[in-house]
């Protein structure tokens, strides 16, 4: 795999490809079936006003839904219900099974069927639909089976997610259950996980059978816990749902002859909005770009030996082979090389380029490795030093030192993985990448104002979660696209949709401090003196455009202009900049 | 004079100390000061001579000049020069002291003239005089020019008596006209005492009265850090960083922290931690003329269907895909739905305990560090005392930011950051939900397979003793700060830069060695940490895996059950073989543009068409991958003619074959397809012989000479005909 991403880097020579790109086309699709049970069980609703079962999951298949389209939208993804009075599927062979949507890339019109399911109205939407009806997971099994063989791509990662409340379907029909298991047998190299609903669920009694071991006998016992909580549902299926995909795979020398095989994965990225693509006016079918280089004299085409790479230094332009330049970023082989060890403290909290990448290791490629591996991450993080590394990617790129920091296996109290065994790591920047600033002389705060502000924090103190804050510009953008590709008269009111939890709640922030921000700002003012403009800390928020009131002498201006180093945040447009120059010099040049 | 309305509205004043802010006037001038007499050339055995190391450090320096195209002015001052030529040479007096270079932007002149003209001298000069010789440049030369700073670098051995006389005067005038000093020597500046430093050789006494006056001159123009100014050749060619940075002025951030709407302090950021970018990118220039303007690149816009139809760019609109949808977009729809921003911002959304904070989840390429604004008294203590309060409570204030207005919002984490000099807030960008990959991966520790022995662990536990890279008692010396090394592709890059300016013939050079060992794991560790790998490797067996890629990768794909019989699920694989690109169509009835080859072969297997017509459907095909000219078609090509070679054997008819390769090769020199050719022929695609199909008119002899010959013609044929060729004639040919 790692050669093919190698293969790819340097097939286009004018575009410096995102180095992170784990390449899909090769690896096939994903697949993701959910099969939902639809007996009357599911929809009944919770003690404390809580949502039912069935509305949960679908919650929980809606979030799925548009995730898929926003970070991986060539997924494919079947929602199949179960025990239901009504049968759908492609052959209705079986019986008691509704396929609701076969598996597909999901669209607008799928996320608006999901979310026609959901709550009081759902219920009755599916009753209306589908009705609860006799249980035989065993065909629902193996409609499941024919749906993934009925797909004519290619598939690379399949799932199959049940979701009930009932702990014994076949209501201790043994044939059935036996049936069931062997069907759940046949399907292993596919079906995965299972999720269960809650009060009091026993996996043991039938479902611990027909869930396939996991991918390694040390998973066992993890997710067998039945979650009840719609978060923790949806933080299981979310981490299920998506195929662990390397970047690369690599070797981790340690020194000469010592190599171990690991894994590089993407566990943190930034998800960008995607480019637009151009469509053919007729049609609204995507059309795709061809790039040539033509002589501009002759007009002939040109090949890639006809052309040559050049740059202009000091007037002088240095000509190069395309081969040259390439060449020019080799250092070494892709691989991680251990150069040492230093204590965490180290590791400045300011060195960060780039989103972190994820190390495990790959017990396929070399035996022995996760043995190695395991005993390094203990011993780093017992000792609480990291591994510095000289990292080089791919082919011709040029390394990169990253700090490899352990992290050790964290579970939650229903024994679900929080943190994964491995080590983070973290690029560490070169002497070019660190700027030099000339930090300002200021005066330092007192212990009263200190203790003040000490106050306010407290009183806006929350418990930060890294999966709290969607991304507005994203979920604007794709609540949009929805709405649009479901009615192509837009409708215009979106934006209420969104809750844009970037934004401060500025009344309840105010609300919270009281007193608390005049009386900083006393302290503040009463113990400097207060010469220099007080308003600047009674405006409003967001003044941030209001101009500074400075005042200087012409003397010490001209002094300040010699030694450049004047400084003072005014905003200025970039056309105007030439402008105030000239007059500048002008006007010191009297 | 002011009349424009951005003064008006702002007055005089604040418009020009806006300027300040922006402009940079940070302009150097610099006199390279080298001591070419001939005590320079000696050196212990084995050991570069001290001029050759002075050299090279010179050269670096101007090269990385160069590179950075700025408005530094450079002078280059040789002393111990058999020649005189500078301005206060009288009589006897400032003699074999030469201005090679005046005040002037450095460019690759100067680096051919310091690779070939700058030589080892045979005479010696006082580097007191010669330091005399480059104050005088300095001063004469910047007459009237505003310099933010004027610097000396002096190259010596101080292998030269000198006369301590006017070092007074010396130092004063160097103080009065601000002029900084860095001394470059083959020895450390406190190397010296007792021990002899410098691969044995202890130091004459004139360099040691050298070093005393070097000593007093630093001291005197900073009594503090003025030893850190001289350095030695070594140190010098390994750490460009001891050079003064060559860099951006940092762009100032002005903004306003809020917290709620009544608590607001003005602050200003900087990017403090940012991937440095090569400035200049490779332009694609024509290989005979080196003009980029003979060059034009051409963007066609295709249908997805078989034949590539071109459209217009103008018949095409834009859309965006909404998983399976794809939406058509109008540039009003692209205004409305754009997420809006006010304007810039940073305000605190809550405060969090700093271990809440995960530094393996930071995204973003960049750290900025938040000030408040110089000579604002009451903005420094009002964030003091956040970043105090902060600090004691080990929380961190998590903000929105918003660089300009209609910028994408950012949530990030600003941390406290209280240095001895100063203090400010360190901000970087935390994760949206949508960034997060909740993957979850097998327990290790958990995992009796792979849980080490207690005797494993002691292995592991000497090797990171051997390998610590900070001692852990005394000085905590580093022996590895990754932020003390250049980025070595720059480095690399502009080695090779200044190779091919200076020598545009030859070819380029091997890494700079000092590079290279930079890179390394240093020597000190490789050594101890020997034995310790040696038992590692002992207690750890490691054994590569050699597996058959393939069944694993068919397995993975097609999940079939292990169960069956191995005879059906060779079956299996094979049919799912032949469906595994047909995305488009159920089954194969024509020559397909994904797979021609298979498609082909598939084909002529069914005999469903005529022979001949399925033989045109995949030339039609290759002709069509040969109208892109590019490597990668050409590489999907050779296997279609492959397998045309292959099936017509098979089929005994060699016909169609022989004469597409005949008509290929006639139209290789006029559609410029060499390069093509040259893979056919190293594959010995020719044509097919009597003795492989009966019906051919060739002898194998034939089928050799076909391939050989033709390379000598073609280049006459291609001098003549200057038409790229059409795809349309080769087929009539047919």
């Known amino acids: 795999m790692a050669e093919w991403n190698a293969y790819y880097q340097n097939e286009d020579e004018y575009v410096d490809r995102d180095e992170f790109e784990v390449d899909y086309k090769c690896a096939g699709r994903d697949s993701l079936v959910f099969l ?6 599911m929809f009944i609703r919770g003690e404390d006003g809580e949502p039912s079962p069935f509305d949960m999951t679908m919650q929980c298949v809606h979030s799925v839904y548009t995730s898929k389209i926003i970070s991986s939208d060539k997924d494919l993804v079947a929602l199949v219900f179960y025990g239901t009075e009504q049968s759908k599927n492609p052959r209705n062979t079986f019986e008691h099974v509704y396929v609701y949507h076969d598996l597909d890339s999901p669209g607008a019109r799928r996320v608006k069927d999901v979310d026609g399911l959901r709550g009081e109205n759902g219920a009755q939407v599916a009753d209306e639909t589908m009705g609860s009806g006799k249980t035989n997971l065993v065909e629902a099994l193996w409609c499941c089976s024919n749906l993934y063989s009925d797909v004519k791509l290619r598939l690379s990662y399949k799932r199959l997610m049940i979701f009930t409340c009932r702990d014994t379907p076949h209501r201790g029909d043994c044939e059935r259950d036996r049936q069931a298991r062997t069907k759940a047998g046949d399907l292993k190299e596919t079906v995965v996980p299972l999720w269960h609903l809650p009060g009091g669920f026993d996996v043991s009694l039938f479902f611990c059978d027909v869930v396939s071991p996991p991918e390694d006998e040390s998973e066992l016992g993890l997710q067998m816990e039945p979650c009840g909580k719609l978060e ?36 943190v990225r930034q998800t960008k909005k995607p480019n637009a693509v151009k469509l053919y006016r007729d049609n609204n079918e995507p059309v795709h770009t061809k790039t040539r280089l033509y002589h501009t004299q002759t007009g002939s085409l040109l090949l890639p030996s006809d052309t040559k790479r050049a740059q202009v230094y000091a007037g002088r332009q240095i000509v190069m082979e395309k081969d040259e330049v390439d060449v020019i970023k080799k250092f070494s082989d892709p691989g991680l090389e251990l150069i040492g060890f230093k204590p965490m403290e180290r590791l400045k909290l300011h060195h960060h380029l780039r989103s972190a990448l994820f190390i495990y290791p790959e017990e396929e490629t070399v035996t022995g490795s996760a043995c190695v591996f395991t005993a390094l991450l203990r011993r780093c993080s017992e000792r609480n030093v990291f591994a510095l590394c000289k990292y080089t990617q791919i082919r011709n790129s040029s390394p990169r030192f990253l700090a490899l920091v352990p992290q050790r296996e964290e579970l939650d109290e229903g024994q679900a993985q929080i943190e994964a065994p491995g080590f983070h790591g973290i690029f560490l920047p070169y002497a070019d ?45 794709y609540r949009y696209l929805e709405a649009l590709a479901l009615d192509p008269m837009a409708p215009e009111h979106i934006e209420e949709h969104i809750e844009d939890h970037t934004v401060p709640k500025v009344k309840m922030i105010d609300q919270c401090l009281g007193s ?75 | 004079m002011i009349d424009f309305p951005l003064c008006r509205r702002l007055g005089w004043h604040q418009c020009v100390a806006t300027l300040m802010s922006k402009v940079e006037i940070n302009m150097t001038a610099l006199v390279l000061c080298l001591d070419v007499g001939f005590s320079m050339s000696n050196s212990a055995t084995g050991q570069e001579p001290p001029f050759q190391q002075a050299k090279k450090v010179i050269q670096k320096f101007v090269q990385r000049q160069v590179f950075a195209e700025n408005k530094d002015e450079l002078g280059l001052v040789l002393f111990g020069s058999d020649n005189t030529k500078n301005n206060l040479a009288k009589d006897d007096q400032y003699q074999n002291i030469s201005v090679h270079r005046h005040l002037m932007i450095p460019n690759f002149e100067l680096l051919e003239e310091i690779q070939n003209d700058v030589q080892p001298g045979s005479q010696q000069a006082d580097w007191l005089d010669a330091l005399v010789v480059c104050m005088d440049l300095l001063q004469n030369e910047t007459l009237g020019k505003k310099y933010e700073r004027l610097n000396i670098v002096m190259l010596t051995d101080l292998n030269t008596p000198s006369s301590p006389d006017q070092l007074d005067i010396i130092i004063g005038n160097l103080k009065r006209a601000g002029i900084t000093l860095q001394f470059f020597l083959p020895f450390p500046v406190d190397g010296g005492g007792s021990n002899p430093p410098h691969g044995g050789k202890a130091l004459s006494r004139e360099q040691q009265q050298g070093l005393e006056m070097t000593k007093k001159v630093m001291m005197s123009l900073d009594e503090e850090d003025g030893l850190e100014e001289v350095y030695t050749f070594s140190d010098a060619i390994e750490k460009l960083s001891v050079f003064k940075r060559v860099e951006k002025r940092p762009m100032a951030w002005p903004c306003t922290l809020t917290i709620g709407s009544s608590l607001s302090i003005k602050i200003v950021g900087y990017k403090a931690v940012c991937e440095e970018r090569p400035r200049k990118s490779w332009s694609v220039v024509d290989a005979q003329t080196h003009q980029k303007d003979d060059i034009k690149r051409d963007v066609v816009y295709c249908l997805n269907d078989d034949e590539e139809t071109e459209v217009q760019k103008d018949d095409t609109i834009q859309g965006y895909r909404y998983g399976s949808d794809i939406v058509p977009f109008s540039k009003v729809d692209q205004d409305q739905m754009k997420y809006k921003t006010d304007g810039k911002s940073f305000a605190v959304l809550g405060f969090t305990k700093q271990s809440m904070i995960n530094r393996h989840q930071f995204v973003g390429t960049q750290v900025l560090k938040v000030f408040a604004p110089k000579d604002d008294e009451h903005a420094g203590v009002a964030l003091s005392g956040l970043i105090r309060a902060l600090d004691d409570l080990k929380m961190v204030a998590v903000v929105r930011y918003v660089y300009a207005r209609n910028g994408n919002p950012q949530v990030g984490a600003a941390f406290p950051c209280i240095k001895e000099k100063y203090e400010c807030l360190v901000y970087v960008q935390l994760p949206f939900m949508e960034d997060l990959r909740q993957y979850s991966f097998p327990s290790l520790e958990n995992n009796k397979k792979y849980t080490p022995s207690e005797d494993q662990l002691s292995a592991v536990d000497s090797l990171i003793d051997s390998m610590m890279l900070v001692e852990e008692d005394g000085e905590k010396k580093d022996l590895f700060k990754v932020n003390h090394i ?40 490789a050594t101890r940490c020997q034995a310790p790998l040696e038992t590692l490797k002992k207690k750890f067996p490691l054994k590569e895996v050699v597996k058959k890629k393939e069944l694993k990768t068919s397995k993975e794909l097609f999940g079939n059950s292990t169960e069956e019989p191995d005879a059906k699920k060779a079956k299996v694989d094979e049919e799912e073989d032949f469906n595994l690109a047909d995305i488009t169509e159920g089954s194969i009835t024509q020559v397909g543009s994904v797979d021609p080859a298979r498609d082909f072969r598939t084909l002529i297997r069914q005999k469903s068409l005529p022979f001949g017509e399925v033989c045109q459907q995949l030339t039609g095909r290759i002709e069509q991958l040969l109208g892109n000219k590019n490597m990668n078609y050409y590489i999907k090509c050779i296997p279609c003619i492959q397998t045309f070679r292959e099936q017509s054997v098979q089929v005994g008819n060699a016909d169609h074959y022989n004469s597409y390769i005949q008509s290929l090769k006639t139209s290789i020199p006029v559609r410029g397809l060499q390069e093509f ?37 073609e280049e006459v044929v291609a001098a003549v005909v200057d038409d790229t060729g059409d795809v349309d004639d080769l087929l009539d040919m047919m």
């Open chain 1, 36 to 41: 939902v049970d639809a007996s009357k069980e």
């Open chain 1, 232 to 267: 923790d549902l949806r933080k299981r299926v979310r981490a299920k749902e998506m195929k662990k995909r390397s970047m690369a795979r690599l070797n981790l020398c340690l020194g000469e002859g010592m190599n171990v095989a690991v894994g590089v994965y993407i566990t």
């Open chain 1, 433 to 477: 990448d660190i700027r030099n600033l000339d930090a300002p002389q200021l005066p330092t705060a007192s212990d009263a104002q200190v203790d003040k502000m000490k106050e306010i924090v407290h009183k806006l103190s929350f418990k930060y979660r890294s999966d709290a804050f969607e991304n507005p510009v994203l979920q604007q953008h």
């Open chain 1, 516 to 590: 608390l921000a005049q009386e900083f700002k006393d302290l503040v003012f009463t113990l400097a003196s207060g010469k220099l403009g007080k308003e600047q800390y009674t405006e409003e928020a967001g003044g941030a455009e209001k101009k500074p009131k400075v005042e200087m002498s012409e003397d010490e201006l001209r002094a300040r202009v010699q030694k450049g180093t004047l400084q003072f945040g005014v905003k200025v447009t970039g056309t105007k900049k030439r402008e105030l120059i000239d007059t500048l010099k002008a006007q010191l040049a009297k």
């Open chain 2, 486 to 525: 250049p980025n070595p592709q720059y480095q690399r890059l502009f080695q090779c830069l200044h190779h091919r300016a200076v020598n545009p013939s030859v070819p380029l050079p091997p890494m700079d060695p000092w590079l290279t060992t930079a890179l390394q794991r240093p020597l000190a560790v």
């Open chain 2, 677 to 713: 050719w040259d893979m056919l022929v190293q594959d010995a695609l020719t044509l097919i012989n009597k003795d492989e199909v009966e019906g051919s008119t060739f002898s194998s002899h034939d089928a050799k000479q076909f391939l050989t010959a033709g390379e000598k013609k």
